[in-house]
């Protein structure tokens, strides 16, 4: 009964998105949908790495960046169809984690955090001063990826690339990979002695990441027409973790729910300008304290409570 109540509210959820733009034809919120289902796949890819390998890499950033850039520039300059030149991002995205990830995962804690922001950085700069090739900071005009469409376009994009995504690592986390992963995130040294060839399932993992990274990076400059180095700021890496904690850390609907909690919130927060920062870093100290697990965490804790109490009342 408990999975089938938890289908069919997964359905629903399905049919709702999926004829949500007919029922509330509104293009606010249909762009903050928009925005929900690119940035999900972001933070939910990122989760792999942080969340069940528990590898600090705090430089996602740069291959949503790498992943725009390179789909842009390949419409841009070289007249690459759109859907193609999308897909060839990814894969630039998971040819740079390859060139950061040889070397940066054999470090472990701390010196991945730095070398991985290190490495954002760099390329945040790279864009920002070669201005003949990205225009720098005056920001990079993206060809449409449907001329002339509306929103309602994008948003069918948009939604499909989250479930493929979704599809994907509930796939991947539940072989015989997700358990290596898990494995290695809890102790690196047993799972190295077990025979495990760690470095290799770290590049596997930062492969995945970074080419569905890359895929959303470029499907958002498809989508936003305008493209600036500011994608791969610091800004972008606190509010992915932001969301990634807030929703939960190591769980694959946490990311999501935290990503579409956030990205209404973010709207409702325009006037503080600055002290975003200082909401989002409230926020974390509040999920830590008060629900360290994140919302995933905290519903099913409640469920759990709830479930607790009708069997008491049953049994009274």
Not at 77 to 103: D, T
Not at 116 to 139: I, P, Y
Not at 193 to 216: D, E, H, R, T, W
Request: proline content about 3%.
């Amino acid at each position: 009964m408990k999975g089938s109540l938890k289908s069919i509210l997964l359905l629903g959820l399905f049919l709702l998105l999926s004829f949500f733009p007919f029922l509330f034809p509104d293009p606010y919120l249909i762009h903050l949908l928009i925005l929900s289902f690119i940035f999900s796949v972001l933070v939910s890819n990122w989760n792999i790495l942080f969340g069940y390998m528990g590898i600090f890499c705090f430089g996602q950033q740069a291959f949503f960046g790498i992943g725009a850039y390179s789909s842009a520039l390949l419409a841009l300059k070289l007249g690459v169809p759109v859907p193609l030149s999308i897909v060839f991002g990814g894969f630039v995205a998971s040819l740079s984690s390859i060139l950061i990830g040889l070397p940066t995962l054999r470090l472990q804690g701390a010196y991945v955090a730095l070398v991985t922001l290190a490495f954002a950085e760099v390329m945040r700069m790279t864009c920002s001063n070669w201005v003949g090739m990205t225009r720098g900071q005056l920001g990079l005009t993206v060809t449409a990826l449907i001329p002339g469409a509306g929103r309602v376009g994008y948003y069918y994009v948009a939604f499909l690339l989250l479930l493929l995504s979704t599809i994907v690592l509930l796939k991947v986390m539940r072989s015989s990979f997700g358990y290596v992963t898990v494995a290695i995130r809890e102790s690196q040294e047993a799972a190295d002695s077990l025979g495990i060839n760690v470095i290799k399932y770290k590049i596997s993992a930062f492969l995945l990441s970074s080419f569905m990274s890359g895929l959303a990076g470029a499907l958002y400059a498809h989508y936003i027409r305008i493209l600036t180095p500011d994608i791969m700021s610091l800004h972008l890496m606190i509010t992915i973790l932001v969301m990634g904690m807030l929703g939960g850390i190591g769980t694959l609907p946490g990311p999501i729910l935290g990503t579409f909690v956030l990205t209404f919130l973010s709207e409702y927060l325009r006037d503080f300008a600055q002290f975003r920062f200082i909401i989002y870093g409230t926020l974390i100290i509040l999920a830590v304290l008060f629900v360290p697990g994140g919302l995933v965490s905290g519903l099913r804790s409640v469920e759990t409570k709830l479930k607790g109490k009708r069997c008491q009342e049953g049994s009274s």
